[in-house]
């Protein structure tokens, strides 16, 4: 009964502790609690209640304040303020209870639990804010932080940071120790707040800032320091860094040098990854950071005392130390990094007998009690009494920056990011209402399963959706990801493979090196379940903006797709058309049907309508994954529309085969073997036909007749070889082959050629064009066949049948008109028929005219009738013979025979040139005209853009041009200015100026 008034009590209590229970429900027996930069504080105290029957849950999380009384006066407190974070009844007798409370910061609640979420575009100030801010409102938590940056520009936007399955404190820290950031906390009686620094300016001096260091066990007026030594440990001589940027395709180096390791200290060097600073700038702030954290542990200063007021992130002065008295203040003011504390409250003699008798001893005394003894926290060996408050601290140098180092000595890092082991699937995804979305390098966005969102894959909304990205199934889902070259694995300098994943596919991603940050995506993925036998997903669609995709081509079950999985290759989709398969598309088909191959290359205008392709191997025609009948073997090419076949360098087209794959490319052996034989042909006709005096006016030589020298220039064309030096060049490899010398097409079969059409066929040569054939030549029409030729025409038969067994050895020429007239015209000069035997001029019909301009004679063997000047003359050197049953001489009589009208070479093929321009000679463009012929007929038309006009084939004699206006408004041309004109302007007005001048004066002297 004499131990509750007095234990109850704590407004004298080295030791005070407040909670929602109230001021006397608690009383804390000791303390044992570390605190220490980038590390949140835990506070162990054991406390005794008269109240056994306290419920444990109504102190978790719940807000706490533990006072430590300082040596300043019974009313200067030290506050120590957080949140219980575990409770536990150590004990119960009676109306006592001891609890065991342990105390943390309002981050560590922040440990528990993981979480999933990416945040993009956002610096490291923006991703902790959005972290602490989702811990504003839980329970009794109130989160309190703040910033102390020296240059906060120089934090740049980060593009892709993931949380993933780690928890909140875990994944802050991890950004904090990346960006070398550090933090400890500021404690107040009604809060605690978390300070976030990069510099060693924010730390505040202590409370006490000049420490005395003393001698264990002395009574001092003043708290104080009594045991203090340093640590110097061998560190490494710097840092350098290495990181491969796919970006600028360089691996960016950065280093930084210790000045203060020992000499020959080998560099830490490290590879962090992929793209792990975005400039060279930045890579080198992260290896100073990490040099830094370095140093800063390479001297760590431990120290033992009472100092109440010690904390993380204060500093303080070291006094009365023989070996730092005679140092500068920089050499002896320090930075605390932690602290161990150590306290027991003062309790009385009497009552912590009765505490011990009625609830056991307290295992945390105990464990206060051996560290104090056996440790740097001894007290020297004439204190009879145990300390009621010790403490342990480590320190460093002011002048030495301070980072948090981000291993703990031994290599093993304290706050890693995690690894991702495998790949993982997502989704691609893009602005509403697009098919494909990506940038100049074919990267695109995904969004990850494990993202939750409005439009996630699970269909979960985050609990804190502000501050990161979520999951809104758009471009917003995530930062640009490189995608793998999915038709062939290469990629080069405007070559490789190139296939963009389409929003809504399922693409497979790996990540360099493990790294969350640093996705790829390798590959696409059919997913859902496709329609039997036929075309589409079942599925058409799932959470987000996933898509259906089944594959194109399967093993069904009945008709056309009842095949093993036979079908393989590549098949595109219309834009427009991507889900439902109904718009253009095309394919690379792979058919590998036993005894059946077959690859079909093919382009579909429209679903299944207005094709191109080209079909090698076993002919059979496809619809989407049907194989349908077969249509031959061998090659196919066809359009629905136009196509176009083009050799710059000369193209054979030929039926000639060439087995085992032997022979040329251009090896037109047979073809070259038929030409020369029609050459020979040529030459040796034509020759056998001048020698008949078959020969037109000027005609040259056989061997130099157009015709001949044409056949011979293809077979030089054919004949010729070409090769190349290297292989790296644009025509192949070294060697010779057969290579055609101009852009020859040349066609050869060895069984038949045939063209046919059912409209016209139109066959021009700008030169010759020659036909010959080894046997016959026919030509066959069922209209008119005509023959223009503008110098002349030769026909020439050699007149002997090639067969002997022909009855008939003689063959000539045949001229027969059925029906019809047969008319012969030499229309500037003379016709001769001459026959080496008879000729026979007969009408079966009717009669013969002979019409002569000036005089007909017949004449044979010295004897002549000649018709001229109205007169018929008869001659003979024999006999004349006039039989006749009348005779009858009547009186002079005539008649004049009935000419045909031939036309004049000189008048055919005339042409008028057009040529109208200003006075300037400026052409008056697309200006109308009209031309009058003699003959009365007139021509109209419109000049070029030139003034200019050529009218062919117009009637022969003068004729009259009118012009019209050109169409287009006449504006004059912007005018110059002429300098030579502009400066005797300029001169004139100066000398008018002058003589006003002059003129002025004058009359201002008269005046005077």
């Known amino acids: 009964?004499?131990?509750?008034?007095?234990?109850?009590?704590?407004?004298?209590?080295?030791?005070?502790?407040?909670?929602?229970?109230?001021?006397?429900?608690?009383?804390?027996?000791?303390?044992?609690?570390?605190?220490?930069?980038?590390?949140?504080?835990?506070?162990?105290?054991?406390?005794?209640?008269?109240?056994?029957?306290?419920?444990?849950?109504?102190?978790?999380?719940?807000?706490?304040?533990?006072?430590?009384?300082?040596?300043?006066?019974?009313?200067?407190?030290?506050?120590?303020?957080?949140?219980?974070?575990?409770?536990?009844?150590?004990?119960?007798?009676?109306?006592?209870?001891?609890?065991?409370?342990?105390?943390?910061?309002?981050?560590?609640?922040?440990?528990?639990?993981?979480?999933?979420?990416?945040?993009?575009?956002?610096?490291?100030?923006?991703?902790?804010?959005?972290?602490?801010?989702?811990?504003?409102?839980?329970?009794?938590?109130?989160?309190?932080?703040?910033?102390?940056?020296?240059?906060?520009?120089?934090?740049?936007?980060?593009?892709?940071?993931?949380?993933?399955?780690?928890?909140?404190?875990?994944?802050?820290?991890?950004?904090?120790?990346?960006?070398?950031?550090?933090?400890?906390?500021?404690?107040?009686?009604?809060?605690?707040?978390?300070?976030?620094?990069?510099?060693?300016?924010?730390?505040?001096?202590?409370?006490?800032?000049?420490?005395?260091?003393?001698?264990?066990?002395?009574?001092?007026?003043?708290?104080?320091?009594?045991?203090?030594?340093?640590e110097l440990r061998w560190t490494a001589g710097g840092v350098e860094l290495g990181s491969w940027d796919y970006r600028s395709n360089d691996t960016r180096r950065v280093g930084a040098a210790s000045a203060l390791a020992a000499p020959g200290a080998p560099s830490l060097r490290d590879a962090p990854g992929a793209y792990a600073y975005t400039s060279r700038e930045h890579g080198q702030r992260i290896a100073d950071r990490q040099l830094e954290a370095i140093e800063a542990g390479r001297e760590i200063f431990t120290g033992a005392g009472t100092v109440r007021t010690l904390s993380p992130g204060t500093t303080f002065a070291l006094q009365d130390h023989a070996l730092l008295d005679a140092a500068p203040d920089s050499e002896r003011t320090f930075i605390v990094t932690r602290v161990l504390h150590l306290a027991h409250n003062n309790l009385a003699a009497e009552v912590r007998s009765v505490l011990e008798r009625t609830l056991g001893v307290n295992a945390l005394a105990e464990r206060i009690a051996m560290e104090q003894g056996r440790s740097l926290h001894a007290v020297g060996t004439g204190i009879a009494e145990r300390p009621l408050y010790r403490n342990r601290i480590d320190a460093i140098r002011s002048n030495v920056p301070y980072r948090s180092s981000t291993t703990d000595g031994h290599g093993v890092v304290l706050r890693p990011k995690p690894t991702v082991r495998g790949q993982q699937t997502a989704v691609v995804v893009g602005p509403p209402g697009a098919v494909v979305h990506t940038d100049r390098d074919h990267r695109i966005k995904v969004q990850f399963h494990w993202q939750r969102g409005e439009q996630s894959h699970s269909r979960l909304t985050h609990p804190a959706p502000d501050g990161h990205t979520g999951a809104p199934g758009d471009d917003q889902a995530g930062t640009w990801v490189r995608i793998a070259t999915p038709m062939a694995p290469v990629a080069g300098t405007n070559w490789g493979a190139v296939a963009v994943p389409r929003i809504g596919s399922e693409v497979l991603v790996d990540f360099l090196d493990g790294d969350i940050d640093r996705p790829v995506v390798i590959g696409s993925l059919y997913n859902g379940s496709g329609a039997t036998d036929a075309q589409n997903n079942q599925v058409a669609g799932g959470a987000g903006v996933a898509t259906g995709n089944a594959p194109a081509w399967f093993p069904g079950e009945g008709g056309g797709h009842a095949h093993p999985a036979t079908l393989s290759g590549l098949k595109s989709q219309a834009l427009q058309a991507s889900q439902s398969g109904t718009g253009a598309f095309s394919q690379l088909v792979f058919d590998d049907t036993p005894a059946e191959p077959r690859l079909a290359l093919q382009r579909h205008a429209r679903a299944h309508e207005g094709t191109d392709e080209l079909n090698l191997g076993h002919l059979r025609h496809q619809t989407d994954n049907q194989r349908l009948q077969g249509a031959g073997f061998g090659a196919e090419l066809k359009s629905a529309h136009s196509a176009a076949l083009r050799a710059g360098q000369g193209l054979l087209m030929t039926t000639n085969a060439r087995n085992n794959a032997s022979g040329h490319q251009l090896d037109s052996g047979e073809a070259s073997a038929q030409v020369e034989q029609s050459a020979e042909l040529a030459q040796s006709m034509a020759d056998l036909a001048q020698k008949h005096n078959a020969k037109l006016k000027d005609e040259p030589a056989p061997e130099k007749l157009s015709a001949v020298t044409g056949l011979n220039k293809s077979i030089e064309v054919l004949g010729a070889t070409g090769g190349a030096g290297g292989g790296d060049g644009e025509t192949g490899g070294a060697g010779q082959a057969t290579a055609f010398s101009e852009p020859h097409l040349q066609l050869s079969s060895p069984s038949g050629i045939a063209a046919t059409t059912p409209a016209n066929a139109v066959v021009a040569a700008g030169s010759t064009s020659t036909v010959t054939a080894g046997q016959d030549l026919n030509f066959a029409a069922q209209a008119n066949a005509n023959y223009q030729l503008k110098d002349g025409i030769s026909l020439f038969t050699y007149g002997k049948a090639s067969a002997t067994g022909k009855p008939n050895q003689e063959t000539g020429l045949r001229l027969h008109a059925a029906s019809g007239r047969v008319s012969v015209q030499s229309q500037s000069d003379v016709t001769k028929v001459t026959a080496d035997k008879l000729v026979t001029v007969a009408s079966i019909g009717r009669s013969i005219s002979i019409s002569a301009k000036e005089h007909v004679m017949l004449t044979a063997q010295g004897a002549y009738l000649k018709l001229e000047g109205g007169n018929i003359m008869i001659h003979g050197p024999g006999t004349m013979v006039f039989k006749a049953s009348m005779k009858e001489l009547g009186g002079p009589a005539s008649a004049l025979p009935t000419l045909p009208g031939l036309p004049k070479a000189e008048n055919i093929d005339n042409a008028v040139e057009l040529n109208f321009h200003y006075e300037d000679l400026v052409p008056v463009a697309h200006a109308p005209y009209k031309i009058t012929f003699a003959d009365g007929t007139s021509r109209s038309g419109t000049l070029d853009a030139k003034g200019y006009a050529l009218v062919s084939n117009v009637p022969p004699g003068d004729y009259h041009v009118e012009y019209g206006e050109e169409p287009v408004p006449w504006l004059p041309p912007a005018l110059e200015p002429d300098p030579e004109l502009e400066r005797a302007r300029a001169s004139k007005e100066r000398v008018a100026a002058l003589i006003e001048e002059a003129r002025r004066k004058q009359e201002k002297g008269t005046s005077a």
Request: net charge negative.
């Open 1 to 230: 009964m004499l131990v509750l008034p007095d234990l109850l009590r704590q407004d004298t209590r080295l030791l005070q502790l407040t909670t929602p229970l109230g001021a006397e429900q608690l009383i804390p027996e000791c303390l044992r609690g570390e605190e220490a930069i980038s590390r949140p504080y835990e506070l162990t105290v054991t406390a005794v209640s008269p109240d056994a029957r306290i419920a444990l849950k109504s102190l978790l999380g719940q807000p706490v304040l533990l006072q430590l009384m300082t040596a300043a006066s019974r009313t200067e407190l030290r506050p120590f303020h957080g949140h219980v974070t575990s409770a536990r009844l150590l004990g119960a007798d009676g109306g006592l209870a001891r609890h065991e409370l342990t105390i943390g910061p309002w981050c560590a609640f922040m440990d528990m639990g993981r979480d999933s979420r990416v945040f993009q575009d956002a610096t490291v100030f923006d991703i902790l804010d959005s972290i602490f801010n989702s811990w504003q409102n839980p329970g009794k938590l109130v989160p309190q932080w703040r910033y102390d940056i020296a240059e906060r520009d120089i934090y740049q936007k980060r593009s892709l940071t993931c949380q993933y399955q780690e928890s909140n404190l875990a994944f802050a820290e991890r950004l904090m120790l990346e960006e070398g950031l550090f933090y400890w906390f500021e404690h107040g009686a009604d809060g605690h707040t978390m300070v976030i620094a990069d510099h060693n300016g924010a730390f505040q001096p202590n409370a006490q800032a000049t420490v005395r260091f003393s001698q264990p066990g002395a009574v001092m007026r003043e708290d104080s320091i009594d045991r203090w030594r340093n």
